[in-house]
Every structure is written in C-alpha cells, then in structure tokens.
C-alpha cells in the first residue's frame, strides 16, 4: 500500500512540479564570410577550390576524423528524436467543460448622504466620458414631509472614492431628476422639487450657470429631464405631473421653446392633463418621445406634428398606478420596459391593446426599471423592500435570474453603466449602492439577438414570463 501511495505521488508531482537545471542564455551574432582557404587559393576561382577538396579528402587525417564526427552528430540526433521538445505535455487528455457560474453580483461601493436629516436618493447619472463619475439628486418626495433643516444640495461622486463628494450641486430647491449631457461631459441639467430646471458646468463649480424663471417653469416637481440629440448640444425637454412637457435651450431658460399639454382629448387643457411621471427619448427616433402618467397610461408622441392636437398619436394602458419606469430596448427600439404598480411588462409600439410580456405580481411594489445596454435580453427592476432583480427572458421567464438584497430600505432610483456591468442603486435612506454584475449578465450572448427577435415578434397578446419557453 504505502508503494502505491509513494507511485501515486510522484506521478502527481511529475503533473505539476518539473525540477530542472538553470540555463543562462547569451544573445550574439555572427558574421560569416569565404574563409579556411590557403593564402595561394582564390575562393571565387572554382577550378582551384575543386582541386583543393579532392587534395584534401585523399588526406589521412580528414578520413580518421569524419567518422569521428559523424558518432557526435548521430548521438545528438538520436536524443533529439527521443525526446520531442515541441510536443504538449497534456495532448491527449479529455478536456472537461466547466460549468457556467450562477448569475451574481457584489457591492463595490456604498455614497452615502453626508447630511445628518437623510434623503431619498431620486435620481442618478452617470457620467458619459467612461462611467468615472456618477450624478445623484437627493430630495424628499413626501407632500409636506421635508422638514427645515434638510439640505437642498445634491453631489457628484468620483466610483472610487466614497468618502467624499466630488462636487456639490447647489441648487435653489431640492433636485428630483438630472441627466449628463451625452455630447458635452462637464454639463449637466437637473430638474427640482419647485419645477425649475437648473443647468450646471462643472468647470465653474458647485453654483447653477442657468436658472429658469418660477413664471415659466413646471408648476409641480420635475420627475424627468432628458438630453435630446441636437446640432447645438443645448436641447433638452422635461416632464412634470402638473401635465405639461416642456422643450428647453439651456443657454437661454427664461422660458421655454416648446410646450405639450398632455391632455387625453387632446384639447389642450390643462385641468384634463395627466401628470407626467417618466419620460422616454431615443436618439434613433428623434421625431418621437413617450411619457409614463401618474394615471397608469404610457402616451405616444409626436414632436414633428403640426398641431398639439396630432402631438399625442396613442397611449398605452397597462398599470394600476404611477408608470415610474419607461424605457425603450435599445437593441429592438419598437419594443419598450414599463414598471408600474406590481408588474414590469415589454410592449411592442404596434400592439396597443396589451403588453406582449408581462411578469408575475410581485409581492412588493416596483420603483424603477431599465434595460441592459449591452444585452437585449437582460432588463434590471427595483423594488420597495431594497431588492434588485435581474431578468433574463431567454433563460428564465417565471423568476428573476439573480435577485439581489441592496438594502434595508425601499430602492428608488437605479441606472446602469453603458459597459453594462456597473449598477447603481438609490434608496429612500440617502445610500447610493454600486453593484459589479457578473460577466454572465453583461457580456452578448451568442444567438441572443436573433432569438429575442424571434419572441418579440410573435402575434399573441398578453403573453406571461411564464409562457415563454424558447428552444
């Protein structure tokens, strides 16, 4: 036994361990010309070198030393050929496929509200120029909950430093929403609790450079404000659930350039309008935008109509309560992510009956929603006891892949990094939690283009999670 133990253990060692001698090399070069010839005997003359070679090999000490030579030779060839210095040392062996990890994540870092009365976090951003920085608004949503020694300031946060803010933003009137301007890193547009849109350069500090007028500002708090794709830059629009949204220039916010009244009978009244709680632009469709209500519809827009009244082109109705999420696939634009009461569903803009996916009723109340930019299948959604959920609809279609525990407290607000691996997450105590998703989750799988295509085409209606069973 103990020599079957001992064969056994040398063979594991000649797997992974090989003692040899050291070998010190030294790089060198060598110039080689004609030489070894006689003095009397021109190299470049053949009939002479011929002459030369028959004289020598006649010679009896050439014929005793080839022999000699050639047994050198032939023992350093037979080593050569026993041993293959180029052959792989585990040719041969079965290679066993590992199995893929469960879906995860962890927590990179935590920015905390560094004020003593906390806030709810209500939105982020993070910034274009490689996701260094990330954006927060902070702000207490409770009708008169806010009490007077809260502070109005919200901060910029270096990823890797959260001890401290970068930047402090000072705002007139706690910020509920911003947006980085994809086209211009050091820009940043922020709508607050009073309605007022408030427009920063960080290259001149912690004080607005633009401010717009109380007159001609939203009425209720700005839930919502997106950088549009504009020659200048400049062009921004916003949404408020006093019913109106509103097109800015931010080098000139005494008023803005554009207004749409979102009255359902298209009318233009204001006392009929439904207040407007998400907002939706994508740059590939610079002729539309949609809008999430505090009432439960999801409206459908035209800004390139020529009257308000061909403005509102349809709505979707689909939620109990407030549409807190709205986003379009950006992979499958006519397809778009709603989170409203219980439920987050996928529409497709031709269907208007009804959602085409739609998951189970949750068990707690769902905040905020967004898609992976990286992977069309993959969307993230938060909930009120602090879980974030990762869905991906062509592994998993009754359950989440990867439910996450944040945090204690309700999640409000959530965004992701283009690279599609970072996460951030804001809570109702002021904790913005920055969460590293695994490769799995952020990385396009192979034929995961085409198959989502191939579900999200289907002609059924109403169509559950847990009715989808892709092959």
């Not at 040392?89 to 935590?110: L, M, Q, R, Y």
């Not at 960080?202 to 504009?230: A, C, F, M, N």
């Amino acid at each position: 036994q103990e020599i079957k133990v001992n064969q056994r253990r040398r063979q594991y060692c000649s797997l992974f361990q090989v003692n040899t001698e050291r070998f010190e090399s030294d790089s060198c070069g060598i110039n080689h010309v004609e030489g070894g010839w006689p003095k009397d005997i021109n190299p470049l003359d053949m009939e002479q070198t011929i002459r030369f070679r028959k004289k020598a090999e006649k010679d009896e000490s050439y014929l005793n030393s080839i022999p000699q030579l050639g047994s050198v030779a032939e023992h350093c060839g037979r080593q050569n050929n026993a041993v293959d210095i180029y052959q792989e040392p585990f040719d041969g062996w079965e290679e066993v496929e590992e199995s893929p990890e469960p879906p995860s994540a962890k927590t990179i870092n935590i920015f905390r509200d560094p004020n003593e009365v906390k806030r709810t976090v209500t939105g982020l951003s993070w910034h274009p120029d490689g996701g260094r920085k990330l954006a927060a608004a902070y702000s207490c949503l409770d009708f008169q909950k806010a009490s007077r020694d809260m502070s109005l300031d919200s901060y910029i946060w270096d990823v890797e430093n959260p001890n401290r803010p970068e930047l402090t933003l000072k705002p007139a009137s706690p910020l509920v929403c911003l947006d980085y301007n994809p086209k211009d890193p050091h820009t940043l547009v922020g709508g607050s609790y009073n309605g007022q849109i408030v427009y920063w350069d960080t290259r001149r500090g912690s004080q607005p450079v633009e401010l717009s007028s109380v007159e001609h500002s939203h009425r209720d708090p700005v839930y919502k404000i997106i950088w549009l794709q504009s020659k200048t830059g400049t062009d921004a629009f916003s949404a408020s659930t006093d019913g109106q949204v509103l097109w800015w220039d931010v080098r000139r916010l005494s008023e803005p350039t554009e207004r749409l009244v979102l009255d359902p009978t298209r009318e233009g009244n204001l006392d009929r309008a439904l207040g407007a709680i998400s907002l939706e632009f994508e740059a590939t469709m610079p002729t539309k935008f949609m809008v999430g209500t505090e009432q439960g519809l999801v409206v459908s827009c035209n800004r390139k109509a020529k009257t308000p009244t061909e403005k509102i082109v349809c709505t979707y109705d689909g939620h109990h309560g407030p549409v807190y999420a709205l986003q379009r696939n950006p992979f499958f634009p006519k397809n778009f992510l709603t989170v409203g009461d219980w439920t987050a569903r996928i529409w497709s803009e031709d269907i208007k009956e009804s959602s085409i996916m739609c998951t189970k009723y949750q068990m707690s109340y769902l905040t905020d929603a967004c898609w992976s930019p990286v992977r069309p299948s993959v969307f993230f959604t938060l909930k009120m006891d602090g879980m974030l959920d990762v869905w991906d609809i062509l592994f998993k279609q009754s359950d989440p892949t990867l439910s996450l525990k944040v945090c204690d407290r309700a999640l409000y607000s959530l965004r992701v990094q283009d690279n599609g691996r970072l996460v951030a997450c804001g809570s109702q105590q002021g904790e913005t939690t920055l969460l590293e998703i695994c490769s799995e989750l952020s990385t396009l799988q192979k034929n995961e283009k085409s198959l989502l295509a191939a579900v999200s085409d289907t002609d059924t209606v109403n169509l559950d999670f847990n009715q989808l069973h892709p092959k």
